[in-house]
């Protein structure tokens, strides 16, 4: 049950957090429906006359209609793929030539069953071996992390410790991702057929829409899709509106990383641009624009508590980021990612 990784994930560990995500407009897609839910609410959004973001289950769906067809970016679960087409054919008929899978989690992939059938797959070259191979590689990698992580904890008595309680997110999202690993069905993956390194660009019906990859974010293969022509931007998971990202520093990713992807489409986009993040109700560029700074002003507290030669549970411990209180923890938490950029710091010395 591959494509039900990260549902599990966010409907175990967040527990009350849920509350707050579902008090924001458009639920977010941290949903507390169990994972064998097979029926979805969705909220479909419409942005402009031609773009869309739709709320279901995982990840945020955007999508784009031109005169020639559909392109659709990210398609959560399997089991709701087929409401993401219906939702799809309440506003237009045309044929879905496109999907777009912003990065290789199963909140945004788990669909690719269905649409592999209708449309083009398209991702970042990585998003292909992690759909197929990467498996095998977290079944022999994670129970040795998990058993350095578990001695870690052994070793902090005080049960309130933020960093222990770092330490117990990262375990619990270890556990997640090996059992969905164990269970994985090589000859259910419905990988992309097309992928691309820097940018590509699809044209449709006289629309352009711009799919980029700038660095390790979110994980070693996001992309950032733009509807240029009508200012949609989807960032998958590079952008939580209201919540602490997900740094997937298992497969690649990078604290600095989100830095970069957010500069280089700041520089890109106009200031009018909507902005669907992945998850968290649609926003605009300056919501985008603080997230950014929220990231970077986490670095450079990080880097001065190592400068200042702190250990990083020490810098997990004395690290706050008050002057950010609409930004949430759900299945992460302020330590781990602080300990995320800590051990980046350390490892670019
Ligand atoms: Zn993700």
Redesign the pocket.
């Known amino acids: 049950m591959r494509s039900l990784i990260?549902t599990t994930i966010l409907a175990v560990t967040t527990g009350p957090v849920l509350a707050h995500t579902g008090a924001v407009p458009a639920a977010p897609a941290p949903s507390p429906a169990p994972p064998q839910a097979k029926t979805v609410e969705f909220k479909l959004q419409k942005l402009t006359d031609r773009a869309y973001c739709l709320y279901g289950r995982g990840?945020n769906v955007g999508f784009l209609v031109t005169d020639a067809g559909v392109v659709v970016v990210d398609d959560q679960y399997e089991e709701v793929a087929q409401g993401i087409v219906d939702q799809i054919r309440t506003v237009t008929d045309r044929p879905i030539r496109f999907l777009v899978n912003t990065?290789y989690?199963g909140?945004?992939t788990g669909g690719n069953p269905v649409f592999i059938k209708l449309a083009e797959i398209v991702a970042h070259d990585t998003v292909r071996p992690r759909l197929i191979e990467y498996p095998e590689t977290i079944k022999t990698t994670f129970p040795e992390k998990k058993r350095r992580i578990e001695e870690e904890i052994s070793a902090i008595r005080e049960a309130s410790d933020p960093y222990r309680a770092a330490l117990e997110k990262d375990l619990g999202l270890l556990d997640f991702i090996l059992k969905d690993a164990l269970s994985f069905n090589p000859a259910k993956a419905a990988p992309p057929g097309l992928t691309y390194d820097r940018r590509m660009r699809l044209w449709l019906g006289g629309q352009e829409v711009d799919v980029m990859h700038v660095a390790p974010g979110?994980?070693d293969g996001d992309s950032m899709v733009y509807f240029a022509n009508e200012k949609v931007l989807h960032m998958?998971?590079l952008f939580f509106n209201g919540m602490y990202p997900?740094i997937?520093t298992w497969a690649g990713g990078s604290a600095q990383g989100y830095v970069t992807n957010i500069d280089h489409i700041l520089a890109l986009v106009p200031p009018d641009t909507k902005v669907i993040p992945?998850h968290g109700p649609v926003t605009d560029v300056a919501t985008l624009r603080r997230f950014r700074s929220f990231m970077s002003d986490l670095i450079a507290s990080v880097d001065t508590a190592v400068k200042s030669g702190k250990s990083k549970p020490e810098a997990v411990r004395s690290i706050t980021m008050d002057q950010y209180p609409e930004i949430k923890p759900t299945f992460r938490t302020l330590g781990n990612e602080i300990a995320v950029a800590y051990d980046e710091i350390i490892s670019a010395r």
């Open positions: 990260l990840g990065h989690h909140d945004h979110h994980t998958g998971d997900f997937d992945g």
